[in-house]
């Protein structure tokens, strides 16, 4: 056995038992780890995995609740398209999309920099936006439910006494999903805003004063300092914004009830709708699916164009 | 003291044995916890129990528990009760989907259809023939119960629990205030309570200021528009035909007339109460067209108020109206399905009824002889008038609800019926009909 080869072997041999040990050490590891992960995800497979499992086999069902489910093929997502009164409810999902996701955005950001003056009095204002935060969807309905009626609404009274007439909020169609969308910002506002708040206490002051010794305006250093360096936080709160929107439906049940008008009826409310009150299990399902398809294009697009506008801090 | 728990030495993988059984159980235990929470409250699993669910608000829930304590000294057996919170219809679907329902349980009229033709609910009619039960058909209005039928008109699937029928409610300072001297309840009590004087006070009332009347689309505030003039909702099959009938016709017009003239406002699909019980409460509306459930609210208010039967053409008879309903049906996987028709027995009859609403002051009887229960404190003076209401009403259409969407679409139907201007007696009779009828 010439040199080369002994040192060949013995470097061979060397590492041989350590190696089993780290494999055994890491299988071992492993174990541990998924025993610690187990409960959780028991839990996700039981009350998340699985449901959308089934949820995704009604879609290609006939069910209604009860007994055996019936193979379907595209016929739930044919109903789907041909009815009229979903593409309304698409319409109106999308429409109060385009009103509260920047309606809360913009007027979160706005208070949020409006509260970096506020001095002593921070903590009393963020306590007074994140209050409708913590208040349940359906106590919040509830104070709007009066706030929107016609005809001892302060909100009217106010209007009225300015010569402006005052709309009937939730009977008019033309206002029945901008009411949704000014609940919805109402009670949004104070969780954006806390995150907008840490996001800018998150900018170096060396960037403004930089951007200030460069002669910046106020406005020039909102828009290209202030904007790029929270752009994460602006696209965090976009994605789940559209998400939260898309969903919208606690609302519209606390203020209609089971039989919302056509004008007022969201893509969930129909969900809810067609399962629950008229046992069609399996349109509501694929209903839920190509809201899930929608959310997941719209998430993508998302993340696809962050590359072009978001600029993350080194 | 070596021994002890405290003072044995803790190694590391002992420490994280512990703690790893310790994370598992806490994590586990909400699990299974909401796995088994359809069953567990019911209690029904052994012999000798049995459960029933409802909604209810607190008052009730409280007394329904104490009727299940009383029930079960009766019956010698463990009776609980189920309050279920929040969307009950789901709930309960989703109780009998996974075979976790209880014994008995409360359907809505929108719901029972669906429950007799897919199985879910099980025949009563031999139970309530036989020796055993300890209330009878014949002690339910008529008109109450044809909605627990099945789509052939036999058997019966449900036992309406109690009533609340379409009343007008008025307040007397509203009306008085706008020159209406002689209030609605007074008028029926001298035979006078016909169209031409409600329509004189609604006049009266809109020449105030005040708003004389909010309905909704909800059938119980406008099927009585059908019935008021002595029209025809529904034939014996339960095929709706008012469309054909002049007398409904009259009703319709004179309803939508008011809703044009503004006498009547339309109030489309807000939720049963809150705009017409908002406004009632504020001292802003001079009637409002709910039940008895009303009461509760009305107790503390500073306004005079009372109640009147729907005007009628002859001014002193009380004329068919709808009254909203709920029943009791035994589940038809029913673990205790003899404990499960004893409690359903007991459940409506008058003892139980006394029990149940005695106190209470938000619904009235289903069954008769307990007309002192609406009167109960004088209050409303007019009180004894529910009763009479509950005799000559109906509750919903079988045809409204026989069919899951049908029961959905209504209500939208109607709210565009009502809204379009152009509507009249005859377009909306046939888009109605239409619908129900196929």
């Known amino acids: ?314 | 003291m070596s021994d002890s728990l405290l003072s044995r030495p803790v190694d590391r993988r002992a420490l994280l044995r512990t703690g790893m059984l310790g994370a598992l159980g806490l994590a586990a235990a909400p699990a299974l916890a909401a796995c088994g929470g359809g069953s567990a409250p019911g209690g029904s699993s052994g012999s000798g129990s049995v459960s029933w669910a409802a909604w209810a608000n607190p008052g009730e829930g409280e007394r329904y528990k104490k009727f299940a304590e009383e029930l079960s000294k009766k019956i010698n057996a463990k009776v609980s009760f189920q309050a279920v919170v929040g969307d009950y219809e789901a709930k309960l679907l989703s109780q009998l989907a996974g075979g976790a329902a209880p014994d008995a349980f409360y359907v809505g009229d929108g719901q029972m259809a669906k429950f007799i033709g897919a199985k879910q609910v099980s025949d009563l009619s031999d139970y309530l023939s036989g020796g055993k039960s300890p209330v009878k058909l014949e002690e339910f209005p008529e008109g109450l119960y044809q909605w627990c039928k099945g789509a052939d008109g036999t058997g019966l699937y449900g036992l309406p629990v109690d009533c609340n029928p379409s009343v007008l409610w008025f307040n007397k300072d509203v009306l008085s205030a706008a020159g209406v001297s002689s209030d609605p309840a007074q008028l029926f009590d001298g035979g006078t309570w016909n169209f031409d004087a409600f329509t004189d006070a609604l006049d009266k009332v809109r020449g105030s200021g005040k708003k004389g009347l909010i309905l909704s689309n909800w059938w119980f505030n406008w099927a009585w528009a059908v019935t008021a003039f002595g029209g025809t909702l529904q034939d014996e099959s339960g095929k709706i035909v008012f469309a054909d009938d002049p007398k409904a016709q009259e009703g319709l017009g004179w309803l939508l007339e008011q809703f044009k003239s503004g006498n009547i406002t339309y109030a489309g699909s807000l939720p049963k109460g809150q705009s017409g019980d908002a406004l009632f409460l504020a001292g802003q509306l001079a009637f409002n067209n709910v039940g008895r459930w009303a009461l509760p609210t009305l107790k503390s208010v500073k306004f005079g108020y009372d109640i009147a039967p729907l005007p009628s053409p002859t001014g002193k008879d009380i004329m068919p109206a709808p009254v909203a309903t709920a029943a009791i049906a035994l589940n038809a996987k029913a673990k205790n399905r003899e404990k499960a028709l004893e409690l359903i027995g007991n459940y409506v009859s008058k003892e139980g009824q006394q029990f149940r609403l005695s106190g209470g002051g938000n619904a009235v009887a289903s069954v008769k002889g307990l007309d002192g229960l609406a009167t109960e404190g004088g209050v409303p003076a007019h009180g004894k008038l529910f009763n009479e209401v509950v005799a000559k009403g109906y509750a919903m259409p079988n045809a409204f609800v026989s069919k899951a969407k049908t029961a959905t679409e209504l209500p939208t139907l109607v709210d565009k019926l009502f809204k379009n201007p152009s509507t009249t007696a005859a377009s909306f009779s046939e888009a109605v009909s239409k619908l129900v009828n196929g």
Request: aromatic share 14%.
């Open chain 1, 1 to 314: 056995m010439s040199l080369d080869t002994q040192i060949r072997a013995s470097v061979d041999a060397v590492p041989a038992q350590p190696r089993r040990k780290v494999s055994r050490r890491r299988r071992k590891d492993t174990i541990a780890a998924l025993v610690f992960l187990s409960p959780q995800l028991l839990g996700l497979i039981v009350f998340m995995i699985g449901p959308l499992g089934f949820a995704l086999y009604l879609a290609f069902s006939h069910w209604d609740g009860f007994g055996a489910a019936t193979f379907a093929g595209l016929s739930n997502f044919t109903e789907l398209f041909e009815n009229p009164r979903i593409q309304r409810s698409a319409i109106n999902t999308v429409w109060f999309t385009v009103l509260q996701v920047p309606g809360v955005m913009i007027t979160a950001f706005l208070f949020a920099l409006f509260m970096q003056k506020a001095g002593r009095m921070t903590n009393v204002y963020r306590l007074g936006f994140v209050a409708p935060v913590v208040t349940s969807s359906v106590a919040v309905a509830t104070i709007w439910l009066y706030l929107f009626n016609p005809e001892i609404s302060p909100i009217n009274s106010a209007l009225r006494s300015i010569g402006i007439p005052a709309p009937n909020w939730l009977q008019d169609p033309s206002f029945i999903i901008p009411s949704f969308a000014v609940v919805a910002i109402w009670q949004g506002l104070g969780y954006q805003l806390v995150m907008f708040m840490a996001g800018l206490q998150s900018i170096g002051a060396s960037y403004l004063e930089a951007a200030e010794l460069d002669g910046c305006s106020a406005w020039q250093k909102l828009w290209h300092v202030t904007v790029p360096l929270i752009s994460p936080t602006i696209l965090f709160l976009s994605i789940t914004s559209i998400i939260g929107s898309f969903q919208v439906f606690d609302y519209i049940y606390v203020f209609m009830d089971s039989s919302a008008p056509d004008e007022a009826r969201t893509i969930v409310y129909e969900i809810v709708q067609m399962a629950f009150r008229e046992f069609n299990f399996g349109a509501a399902s694929a209903l839920a699916f190509l809201l899930f398809l929608v959310l997941l294009g719209v998430t993508g697009l998302q993340m696809a164009a962050q590359k072009r506008w978001v600029h993350y801090a080194e």
